[in-house]
């Protein structure tokens, strides 16, 4: 149950895209299509931005995509706003019904 | 609307005990497993728990196993997390979520746990 492996901070100007690595192993990321992402303001609520690597919930703008490839899920903010500053996480389902959470990433807008 | 507002957080002394409680509303709460979620000060967030909609399977991340117990109570909508042999460490906000295909579509704001002498 080691954390996934995230960058600690990620930043790009308004317009630009950026895109968050979630590195994990053969056990949980590489296993299964169940990561999802969340977007962290300091003092709210996590809210859900993309759940089985590339789905998203209704309601979250479509400049959020998800992806995965091998070990390592990837959530791309494109057309960045100044709104998108937060921390990012991911998780993924590492069998037996358990769960594992990344690192986080800070999103910074230039 | 979907709410979830979790209570019982506090102060309390290493070795001692605190059951959080979540209240949920807007959804037919008996169909879904239920997680909680932890971030320690300063940390990210953490998984520590989840249940199956009938309270039949429960599962823990390994550093809770044997001190947590996690409960439901489907008649009364509500979600509830008895911590026991509590540690420094345990101090975080706790969040009750509810899980969707395996992510946790909706959360609650949080209750905050501080252990401490």
């Known amino acids: 149950q080691s954390a996934l492996t995230q960058p600690a901070s990620v930043s790009g100007s308004p317009g630009q895209s950026i895109t968050i690595s979630c590195t994990g192993t053969?056990?949980?990321?590489?296993?299964?299509?169940?990561v999802s992402w969340y977007q962290h303001h300091p003092g709210k609520a996590p809210k859900l931005m993309i759940y089985e690597v590339s789905k998203r919930p209704s309601g979250v703008s479509n400049r959020f995509s998800g992806s995965k490839s091998g070990n390592t899920a990837s959530l791309t903010i494109s057309g960045l706003q100044a709104e998108d500053e937060a921390d990012y996480y991911c998780?993924?389902?590492?069998?037996?019904?358990?769960?594992?959470f990344g690192t986080g990433t800070k999103v910074t807008v230039l | 609307e979907v709410q979830l507002v979790e209570s019982g957080g506090g102060l309390v002394q290493p070795g001692g005990s605190l059951r959080l409680s979540c209240a949920a509303s807007?959804?037919?709460?008996?169909?879904?497993?239920m997680n909680w979620v932890r971030q320690a000060p300063g940390k990210g967030l953490e998984w520590v728990a989840n249940i199956k909609q009938d309270g039949s399977e429960k599962y823990y991340v390994d550093s809770v196993k044997g001190r947590f117990t996690i409960s439901r109570d489907n008649a009364k909508n509500s979600l509830f997390l008895q911590m026991n042999s509590l540690r420094a460490e345990d101090t975080a906000v706790y969040y009750c979520a509810r899980e969707y295909r395996a992510a946790n579509r909706d959360w609650g704001q949080g209750t905050l746990v501080t252990v401490s002498s």
């Open positions: 053969s056990s949980d990321v590489g296993s299964y299509n169940l």
């Open positions: 998780c993924s389902y590492a069998g037996s019904s358990t769960y594992v």
């Open positions: 807007g959804f037919t709460f008996s169909s879904y497993w």
